[in-house]
């Protein structure tokens, strides 16, 4: 094999200069004293021909004693022009011997900084990110590598057009900064590093980010600037921009409060206050539902409670749906009110038929309505956020693939049909699909064995590969828990199942066996184990109140909380209302999954859960793909055992 003469040269003398970097370490030592200004960057910085640099390296070094602190930069770049010419095992060598003439070395950014980047070059990006967070993450470091590191990772997210990751890790620092002067020179950082993007890609990353809390660091930045960018742009849109704004100040998360207090101060005196808006819960207070309407009414009243605290305002009218009163109730409200509700179709419809839904905002806790987004809205999740939830975690699973496996009913009809609907939106292929008798189970291990391709009762020979990945089974979880085993039953256990969002109904009580569940997932609205601030204040006030949160209790939560950000303009057009109610979804810290509005039609953006023997848990993702591999590994052994010896 040929190799090139220059390369030959270029090997040479890095050897050269690692022996010379570790001879001098030994040479007398002269303490040099400089004065304390920068110091100038050492011969070849950036050097377009790592040859040429290493040379004049090799050259420093004759000159520079071992407590020159230019020599750990030198040390730097002989590591980082080994790994320019892919001589990695000679940089790894220069960081060995680095260490053994400084053993605190290993504690300096300069040290780190080319060790993280030998990682990069030898096991790619994903290990150099996970590396460089974990400096920042370690707490016997000194602030100046964590810090170094740090922005290191955010720099790099940043020139990738990574902007979420890039704000991201800016709050992983800030959580770590050792005083309110770090974090306030992090906020400032933050803050102009959002003002350099426009409004678009702002809420894109905000969106990008479900579990982010809009009222803290650094999310808080990105809600900031995006607002006061809308605001330079159209200062008729302050009654709408307001409550966001307001939202980052009475949280008082920041270390520069006074700043954005100042601030937002100096706005209200220019633009004015704005007019708060009147808020009404539509909910069943007696009959078969009151149960789940008093856990709304609940959760609403919580809301009040604590934004009374924060700012003062008007309470949260409560209408009960089943009282003979609600059209006389409905219509008692003041122009332009904020109404959450109804619950029931039914009920919508009656006051559709009265026309009572123009004079007042209906935000309605349905899963459709008509004319969405001009004369009513929703507050709540649909079968299309369903499909799409468990669609993207088993995208995130390698699925490509699916089986669609329904009762001959009108619930699993329709999530079937939603299903393959959602699937072809998102270029997803259905292989099969098998409709079965819900009033015959006796059939359903021939169903099974159908969408398998497999013999019944066949258990000397493997069935053969199925064309999919995953099955969608749009039914309750008891009729899951007879469904799933039967594929087991064939030896099949490597299947993605997705289940609808009424597998969360009594799971508690299900006893779900986890050997048949453990690759299962669907989708739901709350998580009682979340972190977010929101989920634990609602959680706090419930428990105050005597009460526990749950999913309903969220919801009236959460709505109330966005009704106030919505202002109380009447007059409002449609199009105004669209806007603002665009622009609270994005700056709420919801407790609930969060909920996004287009042109006034809602999507929910749903957390996905896997069913367990205790009840059910987020779904660990990485663990299911862990699961999924062992299983296709003890497939192929099945497989290799079962094929005929070679003579």
Request: with cysteine; charged share 20%; glycine share 6%.
């Amino acid at each position: 094999m040929m190799i090139n003469a220059e390369y030959i040269s270029l090997r040479y003398t890095l050897l050269t200069l690692l022996v010379f970097l570790g001879l001098t370490a030994c040479a007398p030592k002269t303490v040099i004293r400089s004065a304390p200004a920068q110091q100038p960057a050492l011969p070849g910085y950036k050097a377009q021909d790592p040859a040429k640099a290493l040379e004049k390296y090799k050259k420093h070094m004759g000159v520079a004693q071992s407590a020159d602190t230019a020599r750990n930069e030198a040390w730097n770049k002989s590591v980082t022009n080994s790994i320019q010419i892919g001589e990695f095992d000679l940089a790894e060598t220069a960081l060995q011997q680095w260490q053994a003439e400084n053993s605190a070395a290993t504690s300096s950014w300069s040290w780190n900084q080319a060790n993280a980047r030998l990682i990069q070059a030898r096991q790619g990006q994903s290990a150099y990110t996970a590396q460089l967070a974990g400096l920042v993450s370690r707490t016997d470091l000194d602030w100046t590598t964590r810090e170094a590191a740090g922005l290191e990772l955010a720099e790099h997210y940043w020139e990738r057009n990574q902007y979420g990751q890039a704000f991201e890790t800016l709050g992983l620092l800030y959580g770590a900064a050792p005083d309110k002067g770090t974090q306030s020179a992090l906020e400032t950082l933050a803050l102009a590093k959002a003002d350099s993007l426009s409004v678009e890609t702002l809420d894109s990353i905000l969106h990008s980010f479900p579990g982010a809390d809009p009222t803290i660091y650094p999310w808080s930045m990105l809600v900031w600037s995006g607002n006061t960018q809308r605001l330079h742009a159209d200062m008729s849109l302050w009654p709408s921009i307001y409550p966001g704004l307001a939202e980052i100040v009475a949280a008082g998360k920041l270390a520069n409060q006074d700043f954005f207090a100042t601030s937002l101060r100096n706005m209200e005196q220019g633009l004015g206050a704005t007019p708060s808006a009147n808020v009404a819960v539509l909910v069943p207070l007696s009959g078969p539902y009151a149960q789940v309407g008093w856990k709304i009414a609940q959760g609403a009243d919580c809301a009040w409670r604590e934004r009374r605290v924060q700012s003062g305002g008007a309470g949260v009218k409560v209408i009960n749906t089943e009282a003979p009163t609600m059209f006389e109730d409905i219509k008692a409200l003041p122009p332009g009110t904020i109404v959450g509700g109804p619950l029931r179709k039914e009920v919508w419809e009656r006051i559709r038929q009265a026309n009572l839904h123009h004079a007042v905002r209906f935000l309605t806790f349905l899963p459709a309505v008509e004319e969405e987004g001009l004369y009513a809205w929703r507050f709540f999740s649909s079968p299309n956020d369903q499909a799409r939830a468990v669609l993207r975690a088993a995208e995130s699973l390698d699925v490509s693939s699916y089986a669609v496996v329904y009762p001959q009913d009108r619930f699993g009809t329709a999530m079937s049909q939603v299903f393959q609907d959602q699937a072809a939106l998102s270029g997803k292929k259905i292989s099969t699909t098998r409709s079965y008798d819900i009033n015959a189970p006796q059939t359903w291990t021939k169903t099974v064995a159908e969408v398998l391709r497999t013999a019944m009762g066949n258990k000397e020979a493997m069935n053969p590969e199925p064309d999919f990945q995953a099955v969608f089974l749009p039914d309750s979880l008891s009729s899951a828990q007879q469904l799933v085993p039967l594929f087991f039953y064939y030896e099949e256990t490597r299947l993605i199942f997705l289940g609808p969002q009424v597998w969360s109904q009594n799971v508690a009580d299900a006893h779900v066996e986890a050997q048949y569940f453990d690759l299962a997932l669907f989708p739901g609205t709350w998580d009682q184990e979340s972190g977010s601030q929101a989920t634990q204040k609602l959680q706090q006030l419930m428990t105050e109140s005597g009460g526990t949160a749950d999913a309903w209790a969220a919801l009236g939560y959460d709505f109330v909380r966005l009704a106030t950000m919505l202002g109380g303009d009447a007059g409002q057009s449609s199009e105004a209302f669209n806007q603002a109610l665009t622009l609270a979804g994005t700056h709420l810290a919801w407790s609930m999954a969060p909920i996004h509005w287009e042109a006034g039609k809602a999507t929910q953006n749903m957390f996905i859960f896997r069913p367990t023997e205790q009840g059910m848990t987020l779904a660990d993702l990485e663990q299911m793909r862990q699961t999924r591999e062992a299983r296709q590994q003890r497939r192929e052994q099945r497989r290799q055992q079962l094929q005929p010896s070679k003579q």
